[in-house]
């Protein structure tokens, strides 16, 4: 069974900081990519970072400058470093991995439960 769970979600003012982290369990092959995407109420799921296993990163217009996105491929874990949050960013944050299965060579996409962000005074 692969899992992912995420973890580092909260409560934060207006400026603060927060770190998320994502950590795939199970028995895989290797991992293409991992990101993190994220759904406000009333609002679609979007995109906000993702890097690849080569260190590649990809980041929404908004959150460029203020969120880093950074992995450790030997771990099958990923980060998201959030600095000068706003109130905009609050939502669920769900963790995104690609990955090959270890039984059947096949490329395989998984989502972790989401972890909370919310941004207020």
């Known amino acids: 069974q692969v899992q992912l769970v995420e973890s580092g979600g909260g409560l934060v003012q207006p400026g603060g900081s927060l770190r998320l982290s994502c950590a795939v369990s199970?028995?895989?092959?290797?991992?293409?990519?991992m990101g993190w995407y994220r759904q406000a109420p009333g609002k679609q799921r979007e995109l906000v970072a993702t890097?690849?296993?080569?260190?590649?990163?990809n980041y929404a217009d908004s959150v460029k400058g203020r969120f880093t996105i950074s992995r450790i491929n030997a771990k099958n874990t990923v980060s998201l470093q959030m600095n000068s949050l706003k109130p905009e960013d609050t939502a669920v944050y769900y963790c995104?991995?690609?990955?090959?299965?270890?039984?059947?060579?096949?490329?395989?996409?998984?989502w972790g439960q989401g972890t909370q962000v919310t941004v207020s005074s």
């Open positions: 890097i690849t296993s080569g260190g590649i990163t």
């Open positions: 199970g028995k895989i092959f290797s991992i293409n990519a």
């Open positions: 995104n991995a690609e990955y090959i299965d270890i039984v059947v060579v096949t490329t395989v996409e998984s």
